[in-house]
C-alpha cells in the first residue's frame, strides 16, 4: 500500500508529498523495499532536489539496496536530473552488469545536460562492450552529435539505424533532422524531414530553424505557410523565432513584422525577449531605429542587455549618437560597471567622424581607469586572453609582428578587421584577429580550422 501511494505522488503535481509518505512509513515501523526507492527516486528528479536524492541514497546504502538495477537506474536518473554527474557517474561505475537502461540513462543524462563528449565517449564504450543502443539513445546521442558538431559520428549511427532497421518515428526522425540540420547538412535534414509520416511541432521548428539559421530564408518561410496550411500542428514560441530569424537574413521588415504581431492576436503566443530581440535586429538593420526604440520601450518585461546591445549595434550601423546615447544610458542603469558600452560608445562617435567626442570619452576612461573586459580567442583548443583589447592595452611583439608583413596586414584589413581607433584616434587592428594571425605565423598550431570569438 505504502509502495502505492508513494508510486502515485511521485509523477502528480506535488511529488514532495512522496517524500512525506516515506517520513510516515518509516515513523511507523514500515521497512522499504526494493520497490519503494525508484518511486522516491522518481519524485525527486521530477522536483528536482539534489538535497532529497543524496538523503534517498543515504537510505538505499542503509537497507543494501545499492546493487539493484532499478535502484542505480533511479540514483543516475535523479543526479544527473540535479547537476550532479560526479554523483551520477559514480553510481554508474560501481554497477557490475550494467544493463542496456542503465547505459541508456547515463548517456542521456549527459547529452540532456549538454555535456556532448562525455555522452559520446560513454556511447563508443557501451558499443565496445557489444551492446545494441535502443531509440531513446540514439535519439539523444544523434542530438549530441548535432551540439558538438560530430558530422561523421551522426552519418555513423544513421547508417546504423538503416542497417538495423529501426523504425524512424517522431522522435527519431526528428533528431535525424536536427543533427543533419544543426551541422549544415540542409539538403538531407529537408529530406528526412519530407520522408516523416508523422511530425510534432519540435520537427517543424528543427527544420525552419535549421533553414532560417543556414540563409534558406524562402524555403524557412514557405515550410512556416505549409505549417499554417496543414493545421496539424500549432506554431510556439520556438517556431516564430526561426521565423524571425529569417526575416533578419533577408532583411524582410513588413514581413517580420507582420508574423510579429500575429503571434498573439492570432495564435494566442506572448511575445518573448528573443522575438523582441529578432524585431529590434531587423528594425535595427534596415534604419528604423526609432520604431526600434519604441518596441524596446514596450516590452512588458524590461529589456535586458542583450536587446539594448543589438540596438547599439544598429545605431553604430547607421551612425545614429542620438539614439546611441540613450541606449547607452538605459544599459549603465541595468549594469552601471559594463565599461565595456563607453568603448562601443566611442566606436560609434568615430564611425560618425566626431573625434572631439572620441577623444572626451577615451580621455574619460583614462582617467577613471575603465576598461573593456578582454574577450578571448579559441583556436583548436588553444585559449588566450586577448589582451590587446580595443587598442588600449597594447602588446608591442603582437603589434610588431603585426606589422612586419605589409601584405598579411593589408589582407586582415580588408577581409577581417573592423577598424578600431585607439586613444590618440589613430587606426589600428583587430586585436582578435591579429593574435590569430600571430599565433599561425609563430607556427603554435600549423592548420587553423576554427576561430571561435567571444566579445561579451
Known amino acids: 500500500m505504502w509502495n502505492t501511494l508513494i508510486r502515485a505522488h511521485a509523477s502528480s503535481p506535488n511529488p514532495l508529498h512522496s517524500l512525506s509518505l516515506y517520513v510516515s512509513m518509516r515513523k511507523l515501523g514500515a521497512i ?7 518511486f522516491l527516486l522518481k519524485a525527486c528528479s521530477n522536483i528536482p532536489s539534489l538535497s532529497a536524492c543524496t538523503q534517498v541514497h543515504t537510505h538505499v546504502l542503509k537497507f543494501g539496496l545499492c546493487f539493484d538495477f532499478h535502484v542505480a537506474n533511479g540514483l543516475v536518473r535523479c543526479y544527473s536530473v540535479s547537476g550532479d554527474f560526479a554523483r551520477a557517474r559514480l553510481v554508474f561505475d560501481e554497477m557490475l552488469g550494467r544493463s542496456l537502461s542503465l547505459w541508456t540513462t547515463m548517456i542521456c543524462g549527459y547529452a540532456q545536460n549538454h555535456c556532448y563528449d562525455e555522452a559520446l565517449r560513454l556511447f563508443d564504450e557501451m558499443i565496445g562492450e557489444g551492446l545494441e543502443p535502443n531509440a531513446a539513445m540514439l535519439a539523444s546521442v544523434l542530438s549530441a552529435c548535432a551540439r558538438a558538431g560530430y558530422l561523421d559520428l551522426g552519418r555513423r549511427i544513421h547508417e546504423f ?12 526522425g526528428t533528431a535525424l533532422v536536427y543533427m ?7 539538403v538531407m535534414a529537408r529530406k528526412l524531414f519530407d520522408e516523416m509520416t508523422e511530425r510534432n511541432v519540435v520537427t517543424w521548428n528543427v527544420m525552419i ?30 517556431t516564430f523565432v526561426g521565423v524571425l530569424s529569417a526575416c533578419c537574413h ?16 492570432v495564435y494566442g503566443v506572448e511575445p518573448k525577449i528573443e522575438h523582441y530581440g529578432c524585431m529590434v535586429d531587423l528594425l535595427g538593420k534596415d534604419g528604423k531605429l526609432i520604431e526600434a526604440e519604441e518596441l524596446v520601450k ?13 540596438l547599439l549595434a544598429s545605431c553604430k550601423s547607421n551612425g545614429n549618437t542620438e539614439v546611441a546615447k540613450r541606449v547607452v544610458k538605459e544599459i549603465l542603469t541595468l549594469e552601471p560597471h559594463n565599461h565595456g558600452v563607453h568603448v562601443a560608445m566611442s566606436n560609434i562617435y568615430a564611425e560618425a567622424g566626431q573625434w572631439n567626442e572620441v577623444l572626451r570619452l577615451r580621455k574619460v576612461m583614462k582617467e577613471e581607469r575603465l576598461k573593456k573586459t578582454p574577450g578571448y580567442v579559441n583556436i583548436t583548443g588553444l585559449l588566450w586572453n586577448s589582451d590587446n583589447v580595443e587598442g588600449f592595452q597594447t602588446n608591442k611583439e603582437l603589434l610588431g609582428s603585426y606589422q612586419e608583413n605589409d601584405g598579411m596586414t593589408q589582407t586582415l584589413k580588408e577581409t577581417l578587421i573592423l577598424s578600431k581607433v585607439n586613444a590618440e584616434g589613430e587606426e589600428c587592428g583587430n586585436s582578435y584577429f591579429i593574435k590569430t594571425w600571430y599565433l599561425l605565423r609563430r ?14
Request: proline share 4%.
Open 32 to 38: 522499504p523495499g526494493k520497490h519503494t526507492f525508484p
Open 161 to 172: 539505424i538503416k542497417v538495423k532497421g529501426f523504425e524512424v518515428e517522431v522522435i527519431l
Open 180 to 186: 543533419y540540420a544543426k551541422n549544415g547538412e540542409i
Open 209 to 238: 530553424c535549421g533553414l532560417a539559421a543556414h540563409g534558406h530564408v524562402e524555403d524557412a518561410l514557405g515550410l512556416f505557410e505549409k505549417l499554417k496550411e496543414e493545421q496539424v500542428v500549432v506554431p510556439n514560441h520556438v
Open 250 to 265: 533577408a532583411g524582410l521588415v513588413d514581413v517580420g513584422r507582420e508574423i510579429f504581431y500575429s503571434m498573439k492576436n
Open 298 to 310: 514596450g516590452i512588458p518585461l524590461k529589456a535586458d542587455v542583450v536587446i539594448l546591445g543589438a
Open 443 to 456: 607556427k603554435i598550431i600549423g592548420v587553423l580550422s576554427r576561430v571561435f570569438l567571444d566579445k561579451s
